[in-house]
């Protein structure tokens, strides 16, 4: 392959920032759903079922 | 009136007075903004000797040569727009891309004896993309635009940069 | 006023506002993040793979070109999150919509390193191609205007105490920055440029030959579905912050 350290150097730059993009993210949401769990007692009951809970939202 | 219908005027009116503002200041600004100058516009506007321009165009087909010069490269070369030609003396190594019949923008100053004598040239790339037997096969059937080595004729409906001109 | 409501017990709405309910938008968003993130995934490394290995290098320019699978989508995600970072703040200034605010808070940093992606990867094709890491044509340079105007967002949404006005500041300075937009997709037309016009338009056919073009689709594609993924996560992280800063307000009130 002709130019591999630019090429592996545009590839490795993409892993690293879309990797980094991706797990902040996905470490955020888990952190965030556990504190809200522990401080909202409704939202452990919430977790499934989004149907009912839509319907149940509209007749409100 | 609601406060919503208000505040989206109001948005609607700074967007609408930015945006004069912004086309009216690229449009005096042109000439700046513009990266590199063709041959005929160099022909046209005279810019004075020595002054460090950017010139761009296509190598014409078949007038590169090159030499040496105390141990160091030295290549000459034609730079066209179908228009006018400039003659361009370059010392030092030519990027990969270079080739007759491809784009380029050369740095540097315009000598008395009309000849551009170029500190830096970069290749310019056009937007095209194909392999090589691609390449070799539309060549072979004639697709390829008359008297430039390496230029494929227009693939599609886009026009390149120095079709347009 | 819709703002505010967002924290409070959910009540159900019309129109935009609607989705301005937490409650909704957070059973909304989690339904729509797997069919994101998996397929984003999916398309993406298939993309990347197929064109590091499997597109045939170009004639000219070898394998640097394969540099373009991971420009070509940065660049597209660049411009697109603002498109997507000013509506937002336009809705935020015009409607108050508190979601707007967090969806503009949200979409800044991903786009910032979208931004810095394209003008990495973009130096590491000119260098080989071209014979300069950077030249500053009016392609380039809007597009380092356009990652500058991403960092300042994104330090201006958080530099006040309050975040009302922090997200009012912010939403100005994103939609003065728009104009940054048209300026970036024309800069190669309306201006002679070291920057090769656009391969692939809405209009015209593209220029890149069929081998080369579809690992670059899988790539866009892919790479646009892993940008909604992850803005959607923030996003929903961002609410359910909001609401266990509420909740906690709320529970030290009523112990006070």
């Known amino acids: 392959m002709t130019h591999l350290p630019y090429i592996a150097g545009a590839y490795g730059l993409f892993a690293l920032v879309a990797s980094w993009l991706g797990l902040d993210a996905r470490l955020r949401l888990h952190r965030t759903e556990r504190r809200l769990r522990a401080v909202d007692p409704r939202a452990r009951e919430r977790a499934t079922d989004f149907r009912a809970q839509d319907r149940a939202q509209d007749r409100a | 009136m609601t406060r919503k219908h208000r505040r989206l005027l109001i948005v609607l009116a700074c967007g609408a007075g930015l945006s004069t503002a912004t086309a009216l200041a690229l449009g005096a600004?042109?000439?700046?903004?513009?990266?590199?100058?063709?041959?005929?516009?160099?022909?046209?506007?005279?810019?004075?000797?020595?002054?460090?321009?950017?010139?761009?165009?296509m190598v014409e087909a078949g007038s590169l040569r090159r030499t040496t010069e105390d141990g160091q490269p030295v290549a000459t070369f034609k730079v066209t727009d179908g228009r006018d030609a400039i003659d361009v003396s370059y010392?030092?190594?030519?990027?990969?891309?270079?080739?007759?019949?491809?784009?380029?923008?050369?740095?540097?100053?315009?000598?008395?004896?009309?000849?551009?004598?170029?500190?830096e040239v970069l290749a310019k790339h056009d937007e095209k993309y194909m392999p090589k037997d691609v390449a070799e096969a539309l060549k072979k059937r004639g697709y390829w635009r008359h008297g430039q080595e390496s230029q494929p004729v227009d693939l599609s409906a886009a026009p390149t940069e120095t079709s347009a001109r | 006023m819709d703002a505010g409501t967002l924290a409070t017990t959910p009540r159900s709405g019309r129109g935009l506002h609607r989705f301005a309910n937490p409650g909704r938008f957070l059973r909304l968003a989690s339904r729509v993040q797997p069919f994101l993130t998996w397929p984003g995934l999916a398309l993406l490394l298939i993309g990347l793979y197929a064109g590091l290995f499997i597109a045939p290098p170009d004639y000219q320019q070898h394998d640097a070109m394969r540099i373009m699978y991971v420009h070509v989508p940065a660049a597209i995600l660049a411009e697109t999150g603002y498109w997507a970072l000013a509506a937002a703040?336009?809705?935020?200034?015009?409607?108050?919509?508190?979601?707007?605010?967090?969806?503009?808070?949200?979409?800044g940093p991903v786009g910032a390193g979208c931004a810095l992606l394209c003008l990495a990867s973009g130096s590491l094709w000119g260098k080989p191609m071209w014979g300069a890491w950077w030249v500053w044509d009016a392609r380039?340079?809007?597009?380092?205007?356009?990652?500058?105007?991403?960092?300042?967002?994104?330090?201006?949404?958080?530099?006040?105490?309050?975040?009302?006005?922090g997200y009012r500041a912010a939403a100005i300075l994103a939609l003065i920055g728009a104009i940054d937009l048209p300026i970036i997709k024309y800069s190669v037309v309306w201006w002679n440029t070291l920057h090769q016009p656009a391969s692939l338009t809405l209009t015209g056919s593209p220029t890149i030959a069929w081998p080369m073009l579809w690992p670059l689709l899988l790539c866009i594609v892919g790479a646009s579905l892993c940008f909604g993924a992850v803005v959607t996560?923030?996003?929903?992280?961002?609410?359910?912050?909001?609401?266990?800063?509420?909740?906690l307000r709320a529970q030290a009130e009523q112990a006070g």
């Open chain 3, 233 to 247: 996560a923030r996003l929903r992280a961002a609410v359910m912050e909001r609401r266990i800063a509420t909740l």
């Open chain 2, 91 to 119: 010392t030092g190594i030519l990027p990969d891309l270079f080739r007759e019949g491809q784009g380029v923008v050369a740095m540097g100053e315009l000598r008395p004896d009309h000849v551009f004598v170029a500190d």
């Open chain 3, 140 to 165: 380039l340079t809007s597009v380092l205007v356009l990652f500058f105007l991403y960092i300042g967002h994104i330090l201006v949404i958080r530099a006040f105490d309050d975040p009302e006005r």
């Open chain 3, 89 to 107: 703040s336009l809705v935020s200034l015009v409607w108050r919509h508190p979601l707007a605010d967090l969806a503009a808070k949200e979409i």
């Open chain 2, 29 to 57: 600004f042109r000439s700046t903004i513009v990266f590199f100058m063709t041959p005929a516009d160099i022909a046209e506007q005279h810019p004075p000797v020595g002054r460090t321009i950017r010139l761009g165009g």
